[in-house]
């Protein structure tokens, strides 16, 4: 089977084609980025920005089935451009569903979201995700669209976008306190990467999927507990600094999947342990070189000042 990945670059895209190597299909990763020289993550590697229709028409001929995970990432970093995250996000993915169309692929999987939060990025992906819906209704076209929780894991990068895990490890790898938004007491649904990329391709050879499906472990875990696991990983007595919520969040959510139906469809699914994920994920950061940690911390502007410490 020929199956497409795009955004094969990416932190999940890079996972998925793994996992499809390892099952024996023949990738091709469609990205904007160039490849790393000498990396075989995907078989074949074409430079395509999702922008571009004509460009995706011809980068997707003669492929199986297409996982599209790319997108334009954030939180408050998109707050200010919401045109630039229509014409990714939106515009981009019915590039996608239209270039499988026209080239015979048999299904699509979109990568969406809980929509949560009334911000860029949630208004973007959540209306990709109905005009996916509208789209396989009146073409021959299947779209699997599952809803990804806080995926986390070896290889997530610490900067442009802010994500939960790297930057904490970035800030306890330099004895700082960890920033943490609100009270900490919102809550995560931490899905390791392996376990996502695997679950996906699961979704994508099942007969048939609910639309959409939530994809996370189900056990919700407060904001400030990750925080301090990662501190005590690293040792780092430097505590917790609570600051206030960042722009395009919304304090006090409970953010955690709904997996039933997910074990309805994979009655074996399975998870990483939490503690299992956290200690590779960490190791991996504190085996970085050092001058990412403090370029990530540099990009972010986290500095030492913070508004209350827990030690």
Request: charged residues 20%; aromatic residues 8%.
């Amino acid at each position: 089977m020929r199956s497409a990945i795009i955004g094969s670059n990416g932190f999940i895209g890079k996972a998925i084609a793994g996992a499809l190597q390892a099952d024996g299909h023949q990738t091709i990763g469609i990205d904007r980025h160039p490849t790393d020289p000498g990396s075989n993550i995907v078989d074949t590697h074409v430079a395509c920005d999702i922008r571009d229709r004509q460009g995706l028409f011809a980068a997707l001929q003669g492929v199986d089935e297409v996982y599209h995970v790319a997108a334009f990432l954030g939180t408050s970093e998109l707050e200010d451009d919401l045109r630039g995250a229509i014409d990714t996000n939106v515009l981009g993915s019915l590039n996608v569903f239209e270039a499988a169309l026209r080239n015979g692929a048999r299904k699509v999987f979109f990568a969406s979201k809980p929509s949560v939060w009334l911000n860029t990025y949630t208004i973007t992906k959540h209306s990709a995700e109905q005009i996916a819906r509208h789209f396989a209704r009146y073409h021959p076209l299947e779209i699997v669209i599952m809803r990804y929780l806080n995926i986390y894991g070896p290889g997530q990068k610490l900067y442009p976008v802010r994500k939960i895990l790297p930057v904490f490890a970035a800030q306890a790898l330099r004895n700082r306190p960890i920033q943490v938004f609100g009270d900490g007491q919102q809550t995560v649904d931490m899905l390791f990467v392996r376990d996502a990329a695997r679950i996906t391709i699961d979704v994508m050879r099942a007969q048939t999927a609910p639309d959409p499906l939530d994809c996370g472990t189900g056990v919700a875990i407060s904001v400030l507990d990750v925080a301090t696991a990662v501190n005590e990983y690293f040792g780092n007595s430097a505590g917790v600094a609570l600051i206030p919520m960042r722009k395009g969040e919304t304090p006090g959510t409970h953010l955690v999947a709904d997996t039933r139906a997910l074990r309805r469809l994979l009655p074996d699914v399975s998870f990483t342990p939490w503690p299992a994920g956290l200690a590779e994920s960490l190791a991996w950061y504190a085996a970085l070189p050092s001058h990412h940690i403090d370029a990530a911390l540099a990009f972010h502007g986290l500095g030492t000042r913070h508004s209350q410490a827990w030690n």
